[in-house]
Each structure stands twice: as C-alpha cells, then as structure tokens.
C-alpha cells in the first residue's frame, strides 16, 4: 500500500494473545512518497516487459443504497462479494471502488483457484476523511486502537473486515486490494500463512492501474516497493532472510523508517520470488502452500498454522519453507539473495515501465 499489513500482529511478545489473536489485526500504514532513483550502474537492462496485465474484461454491477455514520450521510454498495461502506463524496470514486474489490477478488482466486468461497459479502470501510476513521477506529477496536491509530496512511483489517480511508484514487485503490487479500483469507482459509508470506503477497496486488474505466493488475510490478527494495541494498538496511520469516508487523512498527520500509519491500521481494523466480520454479509450491494452508492441512511440525485462531509460532516458519520448496535455508537465503539483486538492479527499470502498455 502506501501500506503496511498483515492481518498485523501487533503483539510485542512472542505468542500472541488470544484475543489479538482473533482481531487478525493488518497494518496498512506507511505508505512513503518515494522519489525514483537514477538508473546508472545497473548493470544488464532486458527490455522485456515483466509479468502481463490484466483485470474485469466488464464493468461489475453494484446496488447502492443510503448509509449513515454517525451524523454523516454515506453509502452502502453491494457486489456480489462485497459489502462497501463509505462516505467518500465523489460519484466516480464511489463507482471506482467496486470495481476494484471485485477485480481484487479474481486476483485472489488465480491465485488461490481451488479454495471454497463464502458466499456471505465481506464487509468494507472506506471513509472519505481521517477524522471519520480514527472515529470508528477508537469505537470498534477498543484498547487496541492505539496500535491502528499511528497507521500515517493506509487502513488495516480485523478479522474478515477492512477500514481504510480515501487517500486519492490510486492510493485507495492500492490499499482496498491489498486489504482484500488479508480479509480473503481470514474468511476462506482454514489455517494460517506465516505473516512475512501474507504481507509479501498482499503487495503484489498494490499495483492497481486503471484502464478504460476498469481496473488492472500485474503482480510483477510494485515500483514504490522495488524502490523500497533497492534503497535497502544501497544503504545496507536489509533484515537477514532467517530472521524476516519469522517476524510480523508488530515487531517492526516501532523501528526506524528504513528497517519498517526494508521488512516490506523484503516481503513484497520474497512474494515476487515464490511466484517468478528461475521461470516460476518455485510457483507450484506456492500453490500447495497456500491451497493446504486454506484447507487445515498445511505442513507444520508446531501443529500452530492449521487454524487462523491458534497463535502462529515463529520457529514453524523455517521447516516450513524447507519443506515446500524442498531446499535447505541456506540454500533459500542464496537464491532469495540472487533474486533480490536482480529485482533492485538488472530488472529496475523495468518496474518503471508501469503505465506503458496503457498508452499504446
């Protein structure tokens, strides 16, 4: 996002409690303006685009009807797996934001094509002014609100629910799906993925770009992330990959910037990874992962990740990776190593080709 997230874990021990446990608490703050950084030295420069785009082929039909918060006149969208509520003012971002969700959706499902859906509407909030959320954010997460309260941009999710707040319309755009995978799998999955895995995937989908009035993902490409990313090498600010797997949000929020933007930038880098490295090597094993997670049968020695309600165990994370890659970790370091430096530096300019395909 202009985000952090996860379903946070914003504990600050090592096991979370039971009840942060059940607010799946995600983080989507710090959403740094970033400039672009000059290109020299950057060794081989392919000019093959990375990943494809793609979206909606039709316009998603939503029902809008009166809502209220508080003094507030608002809306209520419905779609078929959404319930939208916002006071945003503007008619086009109105209209805009089903067609994101939806759009998110099918993203989620290529990814994730054979896990049972609910079909009960997952319900989002999407106010149009800071005030509004930091209003509702103090009503509906009590003591914990604090926490949600130093977000500087973004929204975050509990449970199956997201609150975000308008930040102009690609901002908003990136943060809904974003939050969306979050709120995906707290209502479909029956267990859980290690946080790193979740925020790095959730990334991916941050890249919204609009065309012809419809939305469209490439999951390859993040600039302000391979940015993140690239700034983190040069500056030496990079979590070693042993230590990143087995941390959330919450260990982090309190962290100088850089070390909060390279944990995020590392975890978009080791989605991207999974997903592309070595000509999607690693790609099925992605799937299984994530299609066991979603069933309760996910491999995990600590038996802690075959249910969202059980507090995740960070020394789980390292056999699990060895398992479904079929690599030690020094070996997943090397090679997790090799491909961050190929994001940063032979591929960058690639992630700068972002709306190129659009003005053609």
């Not at 319309?169 to 709120?183: D, I, K, L, N």
């Not at 700034?231 to 910037?257: C, F, P, Y």
Request: hydrophobic fraction near 40%; charge should be neutral; proline fraction near 6%.
């Amino acid at each position: 996002m202009h985000t952090m997230s996860k379903r946070m874990e914003i504990q600050t021990d090592e096991r979370p409690s039971p009840k942060a446990d059940r607010t799946s608490w995600c983080w989507s703050g710090i959403f740094a303006v970033l400039v672009p950084i000059a290109l020299g030295g950057c060794g081989s420069q392919s000019s093959q685009p990375l990943g494809t785009w793609g979206g909606p082929k039709a316009m998603t039909m939503a029902v809008a009807e009166p809502w209220a918060y508080r003094d507030k006149p608002g809306w209520r969208l419905d779609t078929p797996h959404y319930a939208i509520y916002t006071t945003v003012k503007m008619e086009e971002v109105r209209a805009m934001l089903p067609q994101v969700m939806e759009g998110a959706f099918a993203q989620y499902r290529e990814l994730a094509p054979d896990v049972p859906v609910s079909p009960r509407p997952m319900d989002c909030y999407i106010f149009f002014e800071r005030p509004e959320w930091n209003e509702y954010t103090k009503a509906t997460t009590g003591k914990d609100s604090g926490i949600y309260l130093q977000i500087r941009r973004g929204g975050y999710a509990v449970g199956d629910r997201y609150v975000a707040y308008y930040i102009g319309v690609h901002g908003t755009a990136s943060v809904a799906a974003h939050e969306g995978w979050h709120q995906f799998l707290a209502r479909n999955f029956k267990g859980r993925l290690p946080p790193f895995l979740e925020e790095g995937i959730a990334t991916t989908f941050e890249g919204v770009e609009f065309k012809d009035g419809l939305p469209r993902w490439n999951t390859a490409v993040n600039p302000l992330r391979a940015q993140a990313l690239r700034r983190s090498l040069d500056e030496k600010h990079l979590w070693a990959t042993e230590q990143l797997i087995s941390m959330h949000a919450g260990e982090v929020v309190n962290q100088q910037g850089e070390k909060i933007e390279a944990f995020y930038a590392q975890c978009w880098a080791f989605a991207k990874f999974l997903r592309e490295a070595e000509g999607g090597r690693y790609a099925p094993a992605l799937r299984k992962w994530l299609a066991e997670t979603a069933d309760g049968t996910v491999f995990d020695p600590s038996h802690s990740h075959n249910r969202v309600g059980m507090p995740w165990n960070k020394t789980a994370v390292k056999p699990m990776l060895e398992h479904y890659l079929g690599m030690s970790m020094p070996e997943i370091d090397r090679a997790f190593q090799a491909f961050m430096h190929k994001v940063a530096y032979e591929d960058y300019h690639l992630q700068w080709q972002l709306d190129s395909w659009n003005r053609g």
